[in-house]
T-cell receptor, first 115, second 114 residues
Framework: EAGVAQSPRYKIIEKRQSVAFWCNPISGHATLYWYQQILGQGPKLLIQFQNNGVVDDSQLPKDRFSAERLKGVDSTLKIQPAKLEDSAVYLC?????????????FGPGTRLTVL | AQSVTQPDIHITVSEGASLELRCNYSYGATPYLFWYVQSPGQGLQLLLKYFSGDTLVQGIKGFEAEFKRSQSSFNLRKPSVHWSDAAEYFCAVGARSNTGKLIFGQGTTLQVKP
């Protein structure tokens, strides 16, 4: 079974530029999560999708971050414009359902550096 | 509010020695508890999880964890560490409501000395 795929693996941009990350979850997984992991910290949930609907985006900085999962499969997370403090690893995870007992499977992440 | 504290930022143990990584949580009821491991350049991998029942849970790679309600703790243990166990370890708590949301601790980096 293929795991969660993410691209690109690394991205370096200047502040105020825009950037987009892509995630393809495990086939059949209805729930998709985007986490932000700042160096030295644990992952923090940015947004959670159930199929193509948003379940939780309470910690997403909506003035600059946006995410979509139009067909209920893969997802894109965008930052526009980027700030220095957005430098982090962006992790995508998926699970079969949105119940807390379902294991979340994580992708390798995209490491973003904002200069 | 839910929170997770991992008191040790960095731990060094010798290969073959025993290991215990500490995790304390704050939650209004009994939460779901998880331990994940992250190797360099890799995503997080689930080691084990606790939902209910037996408070000692077994996981992959020879790890186990014990839920202690009175201490609000869920410490991870391994009797004999291997060099390949060097990684970052995260404790996480999930709500019993069906949201799937996890709150992670800040992580403990494990270094293994030969």
């Amino acid at each position: 079974e293929a795991g969660v795929a993410q691209s690109p693996r690394y991205k370096i941009i200047e502040k105020r530029q825009s950037v987009a990350f892509w995630c393809n979850p495990i086939s059949g997984h209805a729930t998709l999560y985007w986490y932000q992991q700042i160096l030295g910290q644990g992952p923090k949930l940015l947004i959670q999708f159930q199929n193509n609907g948003v379940v939780d985006d309470s910690q997403l900085p909506k003035d600059r971050f946006s995410a979509e999962r139009l067909k209920g499969v893969d997802s894109t997370l965008k930052i526009q414009p980027a700030k220095l403090e957005d430098s982090a690893v962006y992790l995508c995870a998926s699970s079969r359902t949105d119940t807390s007992t379902d294991t979340q499977y994580f992708g390798p992440g995209t490491r973003l550096t904002v200069l | 509010a839910q929170s997770v504290t991992q008191p040790d930022i960095h731990i060094t143990v010798s290969e073959g020695a025993s290991l215990e990584l500490r995790c304390n949580y704050s939650y209004g009821a009994t939460p779901y508890l998880f331990w994940y491991v992250q190797s360099p350049g890799q995503g997080l991998q689930l080691l084990l999880k606790y939902f209910s029942g037996d408070t000692l849970v077994q996981g992959i790679k020879g790890f186990e964890a014990e839920f202690k309600r009175s201490q609000s703790s869920f410490n991870l243990r391994k009797p004999s560490v291997h060099w390949s166990d060097a990684a970052e370890y995260f404790c996480a708590v999930g709500a019993r409501s069906n949201t799937g949301k996890l709150i992670f601790g800040q992580g403990t980096t494990l270094q293994v000395k030969p």
